[in-house]
């Protein structure tokens, strides 16, 4: 079945330091590949995605490169800052748009 | 903006009540899901529907139902609630396209004594 595996947390930073948050999928067919972040109390909102091998999806800072031969879909980003601190969530989309998610990784970034 | 709202933050019910949890959108979005979260099991799908009186099961559906009566409104209910439905509910609507993003509520922490 389609299935979503994430580094497990909490990853735990310095500020400027650089970050990766490794995601691997297995899926059926062609999915489309998204990142979420959760900030503390609120619900998830969309960071980037790829919909397509080989693209790349970019959103403030971070970066994912959608990986075919190596189903990964890895998050990455130069220099974190405290106000990374959060969820993040890797996310697959088959059809339908039905999204099946990973279990999350928890950032802690401290000053 | 898209905006999802969602009727509470907190919720506290007790084993055996109905529970009903309301999910309104702004953005005319084709289709609407209700999800929970827990610690170290991520997002998972109860239900979700494409269309006004439509639903599709999810990956946990049981001990749920839902009602979607407008294409804006989505309600999840809790037939009677038990303990094991104590959980993070969050809500979340698309305009359709399988490569479209999930607009995601607020979400409702629900604890059920």
């Known amino acids: 079945g389609n299935s979503v595996t994430q580094m497990e947390g909490p990853v735990t930073l310095s500020e400027e330091a650089f970050l990766t948050i490794n995601c691997t999928y297995t899926?059926?067919?062609?999915?489309?590949l998204f990142w979420y972040v959760q900030y503390p109390g609120e619900g998830l909102q969309l960071l980037l995605k790829?919909?397509?091998?080989?693209d790349k999806g970019s959103n403030k800072g971070f970066e994912a490169t959608y990986r075919k031969e190596t189903t990964s879909f890895h998050l990455e980003k130069g220099s974190v800052q405290v106000s990374d601190s959060a969820v993040y969530f890797c996310?697959?989309?088959?059809?339908?748009?039905?999204?099946?998610f990973g279990t999350g990784t928890r950032l802690l970034v401290s000053p | 903006d898209v905006k999802v709202t969602q009727s509470s933050r907190y919720l506290v019910k007790r084993t055996g009540e109905k529970v009903f949890l309301e999910c309104v959108q702004d953005?005319?979005?084709?289709?609407m899901f209700w999800y929970r979260q827990d610690p170290g099991l991520g997002l998972r799908l109860i239900y979700f529907?494409?269309?006004?009186?439509?639903?599709e099961k999810g990956d946990i559906p049981e001990g749920y139902s839902v009602s979607r009566e407008k294409k804006e409104r989505f309600s999840l209910i809790l037939e009677s609630a038990s303990t094991n439905q104590t959980s993070m509910y969050l809500c979340?609507?698309?305009?359709?396209?399988?490569?479209?993003?999930?607009?995601f509520g607020p979400g409702t922490r629900l604890t059920v004594l």
């Open positions: 953005m005319d979005h084709e289709n």
């Open positions: 790829a919909t397509k091998a080989d």
């Open positions: 529907s494409y269309d006004v009186k439509m639903k």
């Open positions: 979340a609507s698309s305009p359709g396209r399988r490569t479209d993003e999930q607009f």
């Open positions: 899926a059926t067919g062609y999915p489309s």
């Open positions: 996310a697959l989309n088959t059809g339908f748009q039905k999204l099946v």
